[in-house]
Nanobody
Framework: QVQLVESGGGLVQAGGSLRLSCAAS????????MGWYRQAPGKKREFVAS???????NYADSVKGRFTISRDNAKNTVYLQMNSLTPEDTAVYFC?????????WGQGTQVTVSS
């Protein structure tokens, strides 16, 4: 069983930045894909960004050029650097780890962007 714990959320003004962290209870080298998702009030959970074990990244169109996902295998941690935040980025952000057999989710961290 893999546990994922997100941190780094908070309240920020529009145009500001935040860095989210997702710490895994096991080596993330064994997790094929690590990703970030978000869910705004009244909306479905949506994909934000992902990174594979070989470092290949993928982003939702809405965050391309503003968000950067990275991983530190030595620290078993995945990061999401979020720049140029807008109120539309307000949501609970979840970390996901996917292996061939299982999906693991963190409990989420709230990001609120004020206008």
């Amino acid at each position: 069983q893999v546990q994922l714990v997100e941190s780094g959320g908070g309240l920020v003004q529009a145009g500001g930045s935040l860095r989210l962290s997702c710490a895994a209870s096991t080596t993330i080298f064994s997790i094929n894909v690590m990703g970030w998702y978000r869910q705004a009030p009244g909306k479905k959970r949506e994909f934000v960004a992902s990174i594979t074990s070989d470092g290949t990244t993928n982003y939702a169109d809405s965050v391309k050029g503003r968000f950067t996902i990275s991983r530190d295998n030595a620290k078993n941690t995945v990061y999401l650097q979020m720049n140029s935040l807008t109120p539309e980025d307000t949501a609970v952000y979840f970390c996901r780890g996917s292996t061939i057999l299982y999906d693991y989710w963190g409990q989420g961290t709230q990001v609120t962007v004020s206008s």
